[in-house]
């Protein structure tokens, strides 16, 4: 853990560097108003710990990193603590880089890449990738199109996806454009957020998605629950009324979307949810960011190939799943750890001289 503090502004935040075996950590920076510095400590690793699994399931050549600063969303950051930020990461010679997440956004670190080459998701026009929230939108659909052709194999391209209906829960960066994307395939859509402003503006844009109040999330028959805000919405005490709803399939696109990841899954196994693991179906905005750290800059076909991957990872754990009797949680963090300890097996022969 690295201890940010800027003291003319009394911003406090943290970077955690979860694992180095594949590369240099990355993760985005996040706004948030923790409770205390514990909360934000607690938050900050668990999502780093995440990220790194993110990063070893889609073969990237990064580590698990993220960062936080105590403080709402709304609030934002000003150029001098965004200069100053920049400098941090300008300290850390490499070793973190970072790029947008709640609260943090695409201008951010456009600004900041005047002063640092530690960030990334900068605009196309600046040589970046652009919002990497399109690319992650692009993965849940291919997830959501991975449950379908599970369970009914001629199911194979995403106009099938309008048969059924959705929850999505969080109409911000990812969740608008998968609204978007499942509107115009003629699908039943609810959606939620908790930003009334933001929330009318969707409705406004898609008037066939139906606005329902974040309290009433559970009191519609679905087919699909797409949380797309915040971690731990899954939990033992929303499981069973996510079950209620007639929910077959479960595609988060947020980080950590389970309250306690093992008992979760074993318990949405029970009810018969079929679950994507959150790291495994939203890569595809950290893929795009990856893409920004090639050694010949930003490639949107690889990341875009990269990312059509999803669809037979999703199916590969799905179907070990069902063979083995284990959570898709369980099938993925293996999948993680071979490909880490794999990595560590490469790094210690190439330190000792001998391949």
């Known amino acids: 853990m690295i201890e940010l503090y800027y003291q003319k502004t009394d911003l406090r935040g943290v970077i955690c560097i979860h694992d180095s075996s594949c590369g240099p950590a990355t993760g985005g920076t996040r706004l948030w108003p923790y409770k205390n510095d514990q909360e934000m400590h607690a938050d900050v690793l668990s999502l780093a710990r995440a ?120 109409a911000g960066k990812v969740g608008l454009p998968v609204i978007k994307s499942l509107v115009q395939t003629g699908a039943k859509v609810f959606f939620c957020d908790t930003n009334e402003t933001q929330a009318q503006r969707v409705q406004e844009m898609f008037g066939a998605a139906i606005l329902v109040p974040a309290t009433e999330v559970f009191n519609h028959h679905i087919d699909f629950f797409v949380p797309c805000g915040k971690g731990g919405t899954v939990n033992k005490e929303t499981i069973p009324k996510i079950t209620a709803t007639g929910c077959t399939y479960i595609v988060p696109s947020a980080n950590n979307v389970l309250q306690n990841p093992d008992a979760d899954a074993k318990l949405l196994k029970k009810a018969g949810i079929l679950f994507v693991p959150d790291y495994v179906v939203n890569g595809g ?46 099938i993925a963090d293996a999948m993680a750890r071979s490909y880490l300890a794999k990595k560590k097996r490469e790094r210690k022969k190439f330190s000792l001289g001998y391949a």
């Open 285 to 330: 905005g950290m893929i795009n960011i990856a893409s920004e750290m090639l050694p010949g800059g930003y490639s949107d076909l690889w990341a875009k190939q990269k990312t059509d991957n999803i669809f037979d990872l999703v199916l590969t754990i799905f179907n070990e799943a069902e063979q083995t009797g284990r959570t898709t949680v369980a």
């Open 51 to 170: 990220m790194t699994k993110k990063c070893a399931i889609h073969g990237l050549s990064h580590g698990g990193g993220k960062a936080a600063f105590n403080r709402s969303p709304k609030d934002g950051m000003t150029e001098e603590e965004l200069r100053w930020y920049a400098n941090e990461l300008e300290n850390l010679g490499g070793h973190f880089c970072t790029g947008e997440d709640i609260g943090f956004t695409v201008d951010y670190v456009n600004y900041m890449s005047q002063f640092t080459n530690h960030v990334t998701g900068k605009s196309k026009e600046l040589g970046g990738g652009g919002d990497p929230s399109l690319r992650t939108a692009h993965g849940l659909l291919l997830g959501m199109c991975a449950c379908l052709v599970f369970h009914v194999p001629e199911s194979t391209t995403t106009r099938l996806l309008g048969r059924y209906t959705y929850m999505i829960q969080g």
